[in-house]
């Protein structure tokens, strides 16, 4: 062969000697069980090295012998019995083995570990292909399982709605920009509506009989039987006490639907309005929950958006119908914030980042200004979101480096599955006293922050519990916050009480009025 024969015919002009012998090393070991009809065109230096695995072995002079004395090779035709023989493998002779194994051997002590690899013979390992898609990494079971429930309750409320009114749509009275049901027919399944879940001023104590728009209701004339149902029936679920003529703030029973706090979150609006949100919750909210974990997501979920509607129960008007999960991806975004800033000097670009979040925060604050939105359920979930993201996510970076923490911290969101850290829950519980131990005073103070603020937020929810039902205490100012106070808007949703007899027109910007028939009139924006 052409190669061999440059090969050898170089070898044996070349003086021999210590000098003359680096390139040139023997492995009769593999020429034993090299065949002759093989052709090899690779270059000689190949052959100084085995593949095993994906790694490379170096075999110097005395161990390529000592590997023929093992495999008894030196009766084989077609083996040199010199240390330096001319019969040089150009391949790696597991490769030309018919049955595919590579022969194992045993590690040399006199492995000669200074010779370099070279880069063209270097094998790199196999990585495995990361999955693409929705399903890649971590699956986050809490985003799909919520949207996909979501989902369902919407197109629910469309068939509810075309059962009801003859169109999935509402388009009588008038037309629902959202794109969707009746607001009769959310507050029917579920939307938050105080009177259907306290004494509410003007309704228990008034001083006239009132009957209420039903479900399937589609026209504005009062003395349609269309709007003729009690409160009873346009709550629907448990049954609700009728107010009467004589009765007070404080008879009993009272409405008392507490779960109207939960259920909004999977109620939307209309098409537009869960685009949006399901939109926002598949990007951002999939993210998060792969960067803190499905339990932490639940949690910052949830409470993002019952304490949103909670808050919003307090100061919002109480003829407006809530519905939406905006509070909770709203405590989704306060913990993206804020995971943005504990993780600000390994981000690529934190100022991009940053102002992408403080621009969707403002859009969305801005938008709830419009007439109609409850736009302290954005605001309650936002605060939520930041209490409980100080609490659950892991300590801020440079914290960590300057307390000496060895846990794992929090990066730049990744579909790699991070090591269980030792220092978090599972410390303490194994170990309750020794968690403590040698903690610098700089730990203890973001711990103090922590605990003040779980506990700060924890009364907070109390406090609003107790005058949503006890005290019916208003801020005068706080309306301001979700609203402008342009053409009126501050006033869509408070209870007015007319009387029919008397030639007052209801304006339309009334959410509703309650008059001897009550009547809702709404803002074509309905509440986010």
């Not at 002590?109 to 013979?121: A, Y």
């Amino acid at each position: 062969m052409a190669t061999n024969a440059s090969y050898n015919s170089a070898s044996q002009d070349r003086p021999s000697g210590a000098g003359s012998s680096p390139l040139h090393v023997p492995l009769s070991s593999y020429s034993a069980y090299r065949p002759q009809s093989i052709s090899h065109s690779d270059s000689p230096l190949q052959s100084n090295f085995e593949k095993k695995g994906p790694f490379y072995r170096v075999h110097t002079q005395d161990s390529n012998d000592s590997e023929s004395q093992l495999f008894n090779l030196g009766n084989h035709p077609n083996n040199d019995s010199g240390r330096f023989a001319d019969n040089i493998p150009l391949r790696p002779q597991h490769e030309q083995i018919s049955s595919g194994e590579v022969l194992p051997h045993k590690a040399d002590s006199d492995l000669d570990k200074s010779l370099p690899i070279p880069v063209s013979q270097r094998r790199r390992r196999r990585r495995e292909p990361e999955k693409k898609g929705f399903f890649r990494g971590r699956v986050p079971w809490v985003v799909y399982i919520f949207t996909l429930v979501q989902l369902t309750v919407f197109i629910v409320e469309m068939v509810k709605n075309a059962l009801l009114t003859g169109t999935p749509i509402e388009i009588h009275p008038q037309v629902n920009p959202m794109l969707g049901p009746s607001i009769y027919v959310l507050i029917n399944m579920g939307a938050r509506f105080v009177p259907c879940m306290r004494s509410t001023d003007g309704i228990q104590n008034s001083p006239v009989a009132l009957t209420w728009p039903c479900p399937n209701t589609t026209s504005f004339d009062v003395t349609s039987p269309m709007n003729q149902c009690q409160l009873s029936d346009l709550c629907g679920f448990s049954p609700v006490p009728n107010p009467y003529v004589g009765d007070t703030l404080d008879t009993q029973p009272q409405p008392n639907q507490w779960f109207r706090f939960i259920l909004p979150i999977f109620l939307h609006a209309g098409i537009v309005h869960i685009a949006f949100n399901m939109l926002l919750q598949l990007t951002l909210g999939r993210e998060m929950e792969k960067e803190i974990g499905s339990l932490r997501f639940l949690l910052v979920y949830l409470s993002s958006g019952i304490f949103g509607f909670v808050m919003g129960g307090n100061f919002a008007p109480n003829g407006i119908a809530s519905t939406g999960c905006s509070g909770s991806l709203f405590g989704i975004i306060a913990v993206m914030l804020l995971e943005l800033l504990f993780t600000w000097k390994e981000r690529k670009s934190p100022v991009k980042e940053l102002a992408f979040i403080i621009l969707d925060i403002v859009i969305s604050f801005v938008l709830g200004l419009l007439p109609g939105l409850d736009n302290f359920s954005h605001i309650g979930g936002f605060l939520m979101g930041l209490v409980l993201g100080i609490c659950i996510l892991h300590s801020p970076n440079a914290l960590r480096e300057r307390v000496g923490s060895q846990g794992s911290a929090y990066g730049a969101a990744t579909t790699k599955r991070r090591k269980k850290s030792k220092e978090g829950m599972q410390s303490f519980v194994t170990n309750p006293v020794g968690f403590f131990k040698g903690r610098k005073p700089l730990w203890w103070a973001w711990w103090a922050v922590r605990v003040a603020a779980l506990v700060g937020v924890l009364v907070c929810f109390v406090v609003l519990l107790n005058n949503f039902y006890k005290y019916r205490t208003k801020c005068s100012w706080c309306k301001y916050l979700s609203c402008l106070p342009v053409n009126n808007w501050c006033d869509v949703g408070n209870i007015q009480v007319q009387n029919p007899n008397a030639n007052s027109t209801m304006h339309r910007r009334d959410l509703f009025g309650v008059v001897d028939v009550t009547l809702f009139t709404r803002h074509p924006d309905l509440p986010l």
